[in-house]
Every structure is written in C-alpha cells, then in structure tokens.
C-alpha cells in the first residue's frame, strides 16, 4: 500500500522567514516518483517537481528547495525568504501505479 | 504551449439535470485524468484514460460517464448528480509512455454545485 502523510495541516509566517513543510511517504515498490504540487485559491495545481527514487540529490530552484531522504522515507519542501504570493495549499504526492496525494499543507504568509 | 483547459469554470445543476464538463490538451500527452477534489481535501482520482481507451475506473457512480473523443479532448458526462457531487473537478494529463508516473499537468478545474 502506498501513503503518503503531511503532518502539517496548516502553517503560518510573516514574509521572508524560511518555512518547511514537511512529507513522508510509505511504500514497497523500489521504483517510485514523488511531487510537490501548489495550490494557489484559483484552484489550479501546479506542478513544482519530481523525483524518482533513485535520485537522492537534493535540488534548489531559485527560493526552493528539496531534501529527498529515503533513509527516513521524507520529501520535504523548503521555501526560503517567503512571500506573500507562496500562500497556498501544497500537496506532496507518490506515484507508481497508482497516484496518492498528501492531505496537504496550508501556507500562510503575511505581510 | 503548456495548458489544461477546462469549460466551464462555474456549473450549478439540478439533480435531473444533464450536463458535461470539458477539458482539452495540446501538449502531445496521451493520459488523461478526472480528479474530484471536495474542499480542503486532496484530490481522488476518478478516471484515467490512456491512448484514448479507459484504463482506470476508480469505482465511480455511474452518474459520471468519462468520454475521450482524441487524444486532446476529454469529456465528463453528468446526469442524476446528487448534492454531496459537488466539488471542484480537476483535469489533468501527462506525457505518453509514462502514464501516471510522469508529472501531471492540471487545468484551472470547474467549480460544480449540485442542488
């Protein structure tokens, strides 16, 4: 069975703190692809980035960045200096045969 | 070009009413998905199509009937919804070859209230 858990319901910040969300993930298959996924209040999901299992490196991308972690089945997301236009709903997601979403972080950041 | 469309992005319906929600890709992508997502949930896969045939049927009422005309369009027919069917729908689609384990691309989604 495959799961995957995002402890954080909900996260709030004042802009340019650093915050982390968090996802862990169960599975039996060797082979796998994780996501992060954002969802602004349009409504729409936007794909961030993916990761397949053999592939630890971690990856920057400008304020983001990812600590993909298979000794501790973790995929966290980090979003360095926030801002207000990171507010919005991520969901981290495990694909093999099957897609399964996170529950879901909400971000909050204030000015 | 990179966009999931999807009309329209309002439908209110009667519980006897027909309706179909719409959904187009011009990305080359040969899956295509129907998500349903009830507020401050994840989304649930409902259907996946892939090269035009239905490959995944989440055990969804038959009250929603997917339809893949080609391989750009991809159609979701309502008829006898019943109130808790409202919620947003996603579309979504991904390149071919990979099906489910590449990443997906999703539209804006169509708001639906059932009354």
């Known amino acids: 069975a495959q799961k995957v858990t995002q402890a954080q319901t909900e996260i709030s910040v004042v802009e340019k703190e650093d915050v982390t969300l968090d996802c862990v993930y169960e599975t039996r298959d060797t082979t796998y692809y994780l996501f992060w996924y954002k969802q602004p209040p349009s409504g729409e999901l936007v794909f961030l980035i993916r990761?397949?299992?053999?592939?630890?490196q971690n990856e920057i991308s400008g304020r983001y960045s990812w600590n993909f972690q298979k000794s501790t089945s973790s995929f966290n997301f980090t979003i360095t200096a926030s801002q207000v236009v990171d507010s919005a709903v991520y969901f981290c997601a495990l694909i093999y045969n099957d897609m399964r979403f996170g529950a879901g972080t909400r971000l909050t950041v204030k000015p | 070009d990179t966009e999931v469309t999807q009309t329209p992005k309002h439908l209110v319906m009667g519980m006897t009413n027909k309706k179909s929600l719409k959904c187009e890709q011009h990305?080359?992508?040969?899956?295509m998905y129907w998500y349903k997502q009830k507020a401050k949930k994840p989304p649930e896969l409902m259907f996946v199509?892939?090269?035009?045939?239905?490959?995944i049927n989440e055990s969804v009422p038959s009250r929603f009937s997917p339809e893949c005309p080609n391989s750009s369009l991809l159609n979701l027919h309502l008829h006898a919804l019943q109130p808790e069917d409202s919620a947003l729908y996603l579309c979504?689609?991904?390149?071919?070859?990979?099906?489910?384990?590449?990443?997906?691309?999703f539209g804006p989604g169509t708001r639906l209230t059932v009354l």
């Open positions: 990305m080359g992508h040969r899956a």
């Open positions: 979504a689609s991904s390149q071919p070859l990979g099906g489910r384990h590449n990443e997906q691309f």
């Open positions: 199509y892939s090269y035009e045939k239905l490959s």
């Open positions: 990761r397949n299992s053999f592939d630890e």
